[in-house]
């Protein structure tokens, strides 16, 4: 798996690829199987139809910079991550380090970006991904955004234990109140 910076990322002059790109966009942290069914649609588009594999993430976890005084922990490093990745299959990743400017970002511009660098698609996310600034970029305005540049989107529906969506402060709950058997559960993937 190729890895590379947002900024190597942004400062080369052409696509890294010639080939379309399917991804996905996310801190994943303690890839859980909410992400591992994001993965899955990813991973089947790009062989189908013959793209490359991609993710996006943070080299920090969006929850560790913005909410660093109530931030429990990342529940997986980076480079168990990107090894998780790697083994699944993805051809690469860009990792962001979150900035005030890229804090700033529009979606849409950021968007456009991916739709440039990367001759992107296809991307699949979860019914609650937003991003750009202050979150504004969401599913209806991705979905639109996919029609007027070709580019296919998909959102997945919540993926629920127990009646409760799993997410990674669930999980990270989980760990701290020593349930480290459920946890592990849900940051499996299901067959």
Aim: aromatic share 12%; proline share 3%; with cysteine.
């Amino acid at each position: 798996m190729q890895i590379f910076s947002w900024s190597d990322f942004l400062s080369s002059s052409s696509p890294l690829f010639e080939q379309a790109s399917a991804l996905s966009i996310g801190s994943f942290d303690g890839p859980h199987r909410g992400h591992y069914e994001i993965f899955k649609k990813v991973l089947s588009f790009s062989r189908e139809n013959n793209t490359r594999a991609g993710i996006i993430t943070f080299s920090k976890t969006i929850t560790s910079i913005k909410k660093q005084n109530d931030y429990m922990g990342d529940i997986s490093p980076l480079v168990a991550r990107l090894g998780i990745f790697a083994e699944l299959g993805f051809d690469f990743c860009i990792l962001i380090d979150f900035s005030d400017n890229f804090a700033h970002l529009t979606g849409e511009d950021f968007f456009k970006i991916l739709k440039e660098k990367l001759n992107l698609a296809y991307i699949c996310e979860g019914q609650d991904f937003k991003c750009g600034y202050k979150g504004a970029f969401k599913k209806d305005e991705i979905t639109a955004w996919g029609k007027e540049n070709s580019v296919q989107t998909e959102f997945i529906p919540l993926v629920l234990d127990q009646g409760e969506r799993i997410s990674s402060s669930k999980i990270r709950k989980m760990l701290k109140d020593h349930e480290e058997k459920k946890a592990r559960l849900l940051l499996t993937a299901l067959p």
